[in-house]
């Protein structure tokens, strides 16, 4: 069934983002697909593999775990909730590393082609990164 084999694509698309974070810079080639368009990059973040790979962001946050809370599949699109937990032991938009576990929430749909990743469109719930990361604070 392909939507199952998409589901499956979509967990290794996060098992490569771990993977390329420990080191293995070819990770992310073996998941997505040459023509990959991240449509909601971040900011200084370009739209292809490149992009994905951001170093500002590997080089701030090791220790990736990320846990698929939910997962839903149809046609070649895969739609998974998930929660991230990244170790912060380096500088990340001028914050020094603080050594805190950061935890947050992200939605991704993920369209798959031929077994590869093609597009991507991520919501993280950045409010809560930088709160944790004391860069914004919000008053009840």
Do not use: C
Not at 26 to 52: C, K, M, W, Y
């Amino acid at each position: 069934m392909l939507t199952e084999a998409n589901k499956a694509v979509a967990r290794d698309f996060y098992e490569a983002i771990k993977a390329y974070n420990e080191g293995d810079e070819l990770a992310l080639e073996r998941v997505l697909a040459p023509s990959f368009v991240n449509h909601r990059p971040l900011a200084g973040q370009t739209p292809d593999i490149e992009g994905l790979k951001l170093p500002a962001f590997h080089q701030a946050f090791s220790q990736i775990h990320v846990t698929i809370l939910d997962q839903i599949a149809e046609e070649d699109k895969v739609v998974d909730v998930t929660a991230w937990s990244l170790l912060h032991t380096g500088e990340f938009m001028g914050v020094p590393a603080t050594g805190k576990r950061i935890s947050y929430t992200e939605i991704n749909v993920l369209r798959v082609v031929d077994g590869m990743v093609v597009e991507r469109w991520g919501l993280p719930d950045e409010i809560h990164i930088l709160q944790q990361l004391g860069i914004v604070s919000l008053q009840a």
